[in-house]
């Protein structure tokens, strides 16, 4: 590569991501003078789509942003309507909806971890190359994928846009013999996820290392999942209806993603994040796990996400037995609500970090606003700082081929759901006059 030019650089498809998006550089000098991650993906307008909808619809319009994201979605809306109309469903429904949401980080965390990361780490094009020379892992993954997906469909009737969620609980209880048999096969995985998180700590990781904000939800005794505060390691401590006074999403020309800023600056969320914020509440069986791996957490190195990811499937694996053991079916799976006008915020923690909710609604339970900040686009701004970082100490110098493996891995490294942050556009065009 010369230095007397600018020479663009140009992944023109991301594969292995949920959605479509483009990374384009451009060098001069031996130095990166620009870089877009460019989300080019048309906006789907479901914040739109929800105005003039009656609550008890939200639950399972929300599951259609994501196929591998629904329960997320719906968590984080029935949490926030039920905050608007001033409920509280009771323990069984906080318990099952945190197994519904173990089943959610189970089967994503496995898919990102052995079909969507592992062959950048292990010098793999693809998950079917990889496969040749290592079978086993892959048959791993599959295994416990098919094992969240599992738990999904016990309370959501399946496992792709569930349907079982709904304002105020669940529509159906399973029966003690559907819910004792799967606690059975979680047991006997166990082992199974726990060398899952000893293989990714024997990957062999880049050991780049950088500063940036952690943001993630933080509870008085759990590992965070469905409640929490929000909380930082810069010392932010906030509840769900504070989000906006300090964050703040904006629009960039070059992508549909809108780019969401906390206190003016790019932030982490995701496992990395709820890990580094959270040791001191994970399960002790998983502590001692973490602490045996030779890594010291919390960790500045972003890679290490695969790492968080796997301790994170232990974590929901372990939570998700405990409350089966005790489950017990209850007089009946939801309680009713009476609507109310007013404002209401749900915040949960999606696979892929934060997912904040508001609604606005009339008297009679319709939807006269919605706003949703979904994990990517909160991400999109750090992901363009780690590319720049990460591309930067590489070395422009090393060819376009290796600029374009490393951006891929580092854009792959946070597993961004691409369609979920097309929301919503605002473009404004400046039209220049010559003078």
């Given at each position: 590569m010369t230095e007397k030019h600018q020479i663009p650089i140009r992944v023109p498809v991301l594969a292995r991501v949920e959605g479509e998006g483009t990374l384009e550089l451009r060098v001069r000098n031996g130095a990166i003078e620009e870089l877009r991650l460019r989300i080019f993906e048309p906006p789907r307008m479901f914040e739109k789509l929800l105005e003039g909808r009656d609550y008890t619809e939200i639950p399972d319009m929300v599951a259609r942003i994501c196929g591998i994201c629904p329960v997320a979605y719906?968590?984080?809306?029935?949490?926030?309507?039920?905050?608007?109309?001033?409920?509280?469903?009771?323990?069984?429904?906080?318990?099952?909806?945190?197994?519904?949401?173990c089943g959610e980080w189970i089967q994503s965390h496995s898919l990102h971890i052995h079909m969507l990361a592992a062959p950048d780490f292990l010098g793999y094009a693809s998950i079917t190359e990889m496969a040749r020379d290592h079978a086993h892992e892959v048959r791993r993954g599959l295994r416990l994928q098919a094992l969240g997906n599992e738990i999904i469909r016990l309370l959501g009737a399946r496992s792709v846009h569930p349907v079982g969620a709904r304002i105020g609980g669940f529509h159906h209880a399973p029966?003690?013999?559907?819910?004792?048999?799967?606690r059975e096969k979680l047991q006997a995985a166990l082992p199974e996820a726990e060398t899952l998180v000893r293989w990714t700590a024997a990957l062999n990781l880049p050991t780049e290392e950088q500063e940036f904000t952690a943001v993630s939800l933080r509870h008085p005794r759990e590992y965070p999942m469905n409640e929490g505060r929000m909380v930082s390691n810069r010392g932010l401590d906030i509840s769900a209806d504070r989000f906006e006074s300090r964050f703040v999403e904006h629009q960039e020309m070059h992508s549909t993603a809108l780019h969401c800023l906390h206190d003016g600056k790019p932030y982490l969320v995701g496992p990395l994040a709820r890990l580094n914020l959270n040791l001191d509440r994970l399960p002790a069986p998983v502590r001692s796990l973490a602490d045996s791996l030779g890594i010291k957490f919390p960790s500045r190195n972003m890679y290490h996400s695969i790492v968080a990811r796997a301790l994170e499937i232990v974590v929901a694996m372990r939570e998700a037995i405990r409350l089966l053991e005790v489950y017990a079916e209850p007089s009946a799976p939801y309680i009713s609500v009476t609507p109310r006008a007013g404002t209401g915020y749900g915040c949960t923690e999606a696979p892929r970090?934060?997912?904040?909710?508001?609604?606005?609604?009339?008297?009679?339970?319709?939807?006269?606003?919605?706003?949703?900040?979904?994990?990517?686009?909160?991400?999109?701004?750090?992901?363009?700082?780690?590319?720049?970082?990460?591309?930067?100490?590489?070395?422009?110098?090393?060819?376009e081929a290796v600029l374009r493996r490393r951006g891929e891995m580092v854009i792959r490294n946070y597993d961004p759901c691409?369609?979920?942050?097309?929301?919503?556009?605002d473009l404004r065009v400046r039209e220049l006059t010559h003078a």
């Open positions: 719906q968590m984080s809306a029935v949490q926030a309507i039920e905050n608007l109309f001033g409920v509280e469903p009771g323990p069984w429904v906080r318990d099952m909806r945190r197994v519904f949401y029966a003690r013999a559907q819910v004792d048999a799967l970090g934060l997912l904040w909710h508001r609604y606005d609604a009339n008297a009679a339970g319709v939807v006269i606003k919605a706003r949703i900040v979904p994990p990517t686009s909160q991400n999109q701004a750090r992901m363009e700082e780690d590319l720049r970082t990460s591309l930067q100490s590489l070395g422009v110098r090393q060819g691409i369609s979920c942050a097309t929301h919503f556009l």
